[in-house]
């Protein structure tokens, strides 16, 4: 299946193409427009000419910082963002032998997988939760157990990245995050 979370045709094709783009991906997507973050792992396959975790991992921190902050930029925050992205790719090398979906295929179960996610640089639970969700719903990588360790992310609807194949499951997906944001803060006491 050929993702279009990017809304960028050679940046979703990037990101079918490469586990560890995709995992990059969702290491981005924070603080960041959805199709923005997802954007980054394309970019950095241009100025790298690789998206393989091992030469992410071996690059000079100091070259690939600035690699991330060539305009445009892989984020808005590129400095730590490149950091984050050099540790993922680090730990993706030193534990899965720069085989990123080794890191969900090998999951015994989903408490498994979820215990994996939140293991990574970067990765909350919830976070994890919405990538274990991701994989489900357009990988198909199903581990048994999964819908209860994500909750609500697995259920039908446009609740995250999940659940965006197209450029109108997008915006329904970010007037969702709209609603709960508006709704969290209607339900915040006032001092």
Same mark, same amino acid.
């Given at each position: !299946?050929?993702?279009?979370?990017? &809304?960028?045709?050679?940046?979703?094709?990037?990101?079918?193409?490469?586990?560890?783009? @995709? @995992?990059?991906? !969702?290491?981005?997507? &924070? &603080?960041?427009?959805? =199709?923005?973050?997802?954007?980054?792992?394309?970019? #950095?396959? =241009?100025?790298?000419?690789?998206?393989? %975790? *091992?030469? #992410?991992?071996?690059?000079? %921190?100091?070259?690939?910082?600035?690699?991330?902050?060539?305009? %445009?930029?892989?984020? *808005?925050?590129?400095?730590?963002?490149?950091?984050? @992205?050099?540790?993922?790719?680090?730990?993706?090398?030193?534990?899965?032998?720069?085989?990123?979906? *080794?890191? +969900?295929?090998?999951?015994?179960?989903? $408490?498994?997988?979820?215990?994996? !996610?939140?293991?990574?640089?970067?990765?909350?639970?919830? $976070?994890?939760? #919405?990538?274990?969700?991701?994989?489900?719903?357009?990988?198909?990588?199903?581990?048994?157990? +999964?819908?209860?360790?994500?909750?609500?992310?697995?259920?039908?609807?446009?609740?995250?990245?999940?659940?965006?194949?197209?450029?109108?499951? @997008?915006? $329904?997906?970010?007037?969702?995050?709209? =609603?709960?944001?508006?709704?969290?803060?209607?339900?915040? %006491?006032?001092?």
């Amino acid at each position: !299946m050929a993702f279009q979370i990017a &809304q960028d045709p050679a940046a979703d094709q990037v990101l079918t193409d490469s586990s560890f783009a @995709l @995992l990059a991906g !969702m290491a981005l997507d &924070q &603080q960041y427009p959805m =199709e923005h973050a997802f954007r980054g792992p394309a970019k #950095i396959l =241009e100025r790298l000419g690789s998206i393989d %975790p *091992r030469d #992410i991992a071996a690059a000079d %921190p100091e070259a690939f910082a600035a690699l991330c902050a060539t305009t %445009p930029a892989v984020h *808005r925050f590129p400095g730590s963002m490149a950091g984050k @992205l050099q540790a993922l790719a680090q730990l993706i090398v030193d534990e899965y032998d720069g085989d990123t979906a *080794r890191l +969900w295929n090998e999951a015994a179960d989903g $408490k498994d997988l979820l215990k994996r !996610m939140t293991a990574l640089p970067g990765f909350g639970k919830q $976070k994890a939760q #919405i990538f274990v969700a991701l994989l489900a719903k357009q990988v198909g990588v199903r581990p048994a157990g +999964w819908e209860t360790v994500v909750g609500d992310y697995a259920l039908d609807g446009y609740r995250s990245v999940a659940d965006v194949v197209d450029g109108d499951s @997008l915006l $329904k997906v970010r007037a969702y995050k709209q =609603e709960k944001k508006a709704a969290a803060k209607t339900a915040a %006491p006032t001092a």
